[in-house]
């Protein structure tokens, strides 16, 4: 078959105008998505909650550097020596706090509903696909915004792991270093974790119980298998939760999933719902 024959194929002669169709539909999916966000920045005063940060913050300070001058040395000394079910629960445990598994699902389906068109939609199928999508966002934003800042800061500060600490201890640092094995804090992984725990307790208040222990180990098993200190883990999940109020507090401005408070942490909205049905009482 020649080039010119393949080229009018009924196969090749549909992929591009479907090709052309999506990309269409994309394009205008995320100019209504800019002109949204326009009209709403210019229509809703820059209001922000008042939020009581202060006392939080002095206490995660104040348990990073008691971990620094305490625990850290210790941590590093007991490194490979831990109990072999903890270590092994906790190897097993700890890629849970890998950001791929909550960014790519997340870009994924920001891709995927930016396929859709949403003038076709209506009704409570517009409102399950508008909180999916909202959803979506404030994941990517909370985790992998503080995924992102983490590893900015580690590249910078250039602490060295554990696994120097023979060598050189727990006051080693090599600025901008491109090894990963000296870029210790904040932990990525327990900043993950900590966003990943904010996001769901902001959401479902409820969950907090559960959530936050959970999280709290998750965070922990990075000491456990010899990744980092104990102050790399403190500031890196504080550093997470943290991210992740900041996404919830700027969603809240601008009237998504969160409605704005004048005091205290943003309030998920009522109208906030993945399947039909269902209450959202937190």
Not at 112 to 138: E, K
Request: proline fraction near 5%.
């Amino acid at each position: 078959m020649s080039d010119r024959q393949r080229e009018t194929t009924p196969e090749n002669g549909t992929r591009m105008p479907r090709l052309k169709a999506a990309v269409g539909l994309s394009f205008d999916n995320s100019r209504r998505t800019v002109a949204i966000l326009r009209r709403r920045a210019g229509t809703r005063r820059s209001r922000f909650p008042k939020i009581a940060w202060q006392m939080p913050a002095l206490i995660v300070v104040t348990l990073t550097v008691i971990c620094f001058l305490v625990l850290d040395d210790a941590a590093g000394a007991f490194r490979g020596q831990w109990a072999g079910s903890a270590a092994a629960l906790a190897t097993r445990m700890t890629d849970v706090g890998l950001g791929v598994w909550y960014v790519v699902p997340a870009v994924l389906a920001l891709l995927a509903v930016n396929q859709i068109d949403w003038t076709r939609a209506a009704g409570q199928r517009l409102l399950l696909l508008y909180n999916w999508t909202v959803l979506a966002a404030f994941v990517l934003m909370s985790v992998g915004g503080a995924l992102l800042f983490s590893n900015i800061i580690k590249r910078i500060i250039g602490r060295a792991r554990p696994v120097h600490y023979q060598e050189h201890g727990i006051l080693a640092f090599d600025p901008f270093a491109l090894d990963a094995s000296w870029a210790s804090f904040p932990s990525g992984h327990s900043a993950t974790v900590g966003g990943v725990v904010g996001a769901l307790v902001l959401i479902w208040p409820a969950s907090r119980w559960v959530v936050v222990p959970a999280g709290m180990w998750l965070a922990a098993t990075r000491i456990v298998v010899g990744a980092h200190y104990p102050s790399d883990v403190v500031m890196g999940f504080s550093l997470g939760v943290a991210w992740a109020v900041i996404a919830a507090v700027l969603f809240a401005r601008f009237g998504y999933l969160f409605a704005r408070t004048e005091v205290g942490l943003p309030k998920i909205k009522r109208s906030f719902r993945l399947i039909p049905g269902m209450s959202n009482k937190g």
